[in-house]
C-alpha cells in the first residue's frame, strides 16, 4: 500500500552494506555531484518561505565547507547515483551560517512545512534531522559513560573505551495511531472518535495515539491506549499504513478499528475532550493553523498520518 503519506518514498539508495567501507565514503565525500542536507539545532534549510518553499541542499565547494564545519557528517545515500550528505551544524552560531552560506539563510521547523515540500524530499530532510537530533543525544555510552564517535557514516555510535567499544545504533520508537470508527453499535454511526490532546489550547481533534509498550503486540497496544485514553473497547483492528516521524525518533504505526461500546471516559491526563463526529462534522472542520476562533473543531495537520486516517476514512463513507 503506498498512500503517499509525507516523510515516505525518499527514492534514496541508502547504500546500507558499503558504510563499512571508509575508503568508499571518503571518495563520496569527493563526489563532483555530493550535495548535503544541513541541520540546525533541529532545523532545515528551505528556500522561498513566502512563496512555496524549496529544500537546500549545497553542493560544490559550499558542501564541502558545511562538511568540514559539520559536528556530524552523516551519510544518506545516493540519489540517481550521486551521493547524499547530512550536516549538523548545530554548534554553529548564525554568524557562522551566514559565512557558509550567504546572508539570511533560513532554517525552518520540518513539522511546520513538510507538508508544504516535495514528497521525496520533506522525506530526506526528515531522515537527516531524525539522524543528527539522535547524535546528539547519544554522545556518552550508556554503558559505562566515556564518549562515543560516530562510524558507519552516521549510522553507529561506538564507546571509545577499549574495555567497552560499545556500540549504538539510531532508534525508532513504534508508535500506534488509531482511528476508533462507530458502525452502528451506538445506533448512529458512521461516526469517527477524535480527541483534543491537553496541551492543545486550540480545538484541534485528531486521532489517538500511543507508544507501543515491552511484550506488547501492535494489536495490543491499540486496544489498551483506545481503552486507557476514552474508555472503550474494540474489535477489528486492522493496519493501515505508516509513516516515519522523526520528531525525534517514531515511526507511526496507523490503524483503524471499530467501537464495540460508544461510551466516552476520557483520561484527564491525556484528552481535555473527546467526541463521536459524523462525516458531515468532520467535513465542516478548520484547517489545523487557520484564523478562526479556537473553539471551532480543526483537522490534524496536513502532513500527518492521522489526517490521512480520518480522510481516508470519510472517503470509504460517502
Not at 291 to 317: F, G, H, Q, Y
Request: aromatic residues 8%.
Amino acid at each position: 500500500m503506498n498512500p503517499g503519506l509525507i516523510y515516505t518514498a525518499s527514492g534514496l539508495d541508502r547504500q546500507a552494506m558499503r558504510r563499512n567501507d571508509v575508503n568508499w565514503l571518503n571518495a563520496q565525500e569527493n563526489h563532483a555531484d555530493m550535495r548535503v542536507v544541513p541541520v540546525w539545532r533541529d532545523k532545515n534549510l528551505v528556500d522561498g518561505m513566502d512563496t512555496a518553499p524549496l529544500p537546500l541542499m549545497p553542493s560544490g565547494a559550499v558542501g564541502t565547507r558545511l562538511l568540514n564545519a559539520a559536528d556530524t557528517v552523516l551519510f544518506l545515500g545516493l540519489i540517481d547515483g550521486a551521493p547524499l550528505f547530512g550536516a549538523d551544524v548545530s554548534s554553529l552560531v548564525e554568524e557562522d551560517l551566514e559565512m557558509l552560506l550567504g546572508p539570511q539563510p533560513t532554517f525552518v521547523d520540518l513539522r511546520a512545512t513538510g507538508w508544504l515540500l516535495p514528497r521525496d524530499e520533506a522525506a530526506i530532510l526528515a531522515y537527516a534531522r531524525g539522524l543528527a537530533y539522535w547524535h546528539r543525544s547519544n554522545g556518552f555510552c550508556g554503558r559505562c559513560g566515556h564518549p562515543t564517535k560516530p562510524q558507519q557514516g552516521g549510522h553507529v555510535r561506538k564507546c571509545i573505551s577499549n574495555s567497552c567499544g560499545r556500540e549504538s545504533y539510531p532508534r525508532t520508537d513504534p508508535a500506534v495511531i488509531m482511528l476508533v470508527v462507530d458502525d452502528g453499535v451506538g445506533g448512529q454511526g458512521p461516526r469517527c472518535l477524535l480527541g483534543r490532546h491537553v496541551r492543545w489550547d486550540f480545538a484541534m481533534y485528531s486521532t489517538l495515539a500511543g507508544f507501543v509498550e515491552p511484550g506488547e503486540s501492535l494489536e495490543e497496544a491499540v486496544a489498551r491506549e483506545v481503552l486507557e485514553e476514552a474508555g472503550l473497547p474494540v474489535t477489528n483492528v486492522t493496519y493501515m499504513a505508516s509513516q516515519p516521524w522523526p520528531f525525534p525518533a517514531s515511526l507511526m504505526l496507523g490503524y483503524q478499528a471499530t467501537a464495540t461500546s460508544t461510551k466516552i471516559s476520557i483520561d484527564d491526563d491525556e484528552l481535555a475532550d473527546a467526541r463521536w463526529f459524523t462525516p458531515k462534522e468532520v467535513a465542516r472542520f478548520g484547517e489545523w493553523g487557520a484564523d478562526i476562533p479556537n473553539d471551532m473543531p480543526r483537522l490534524p495537520r496536513k502532513d500527518s498520518i492521522a489526517r490521512w486516517l480520518v480522510e481516508t476514512w470519510l472517503k470509504d463513507v460517502s
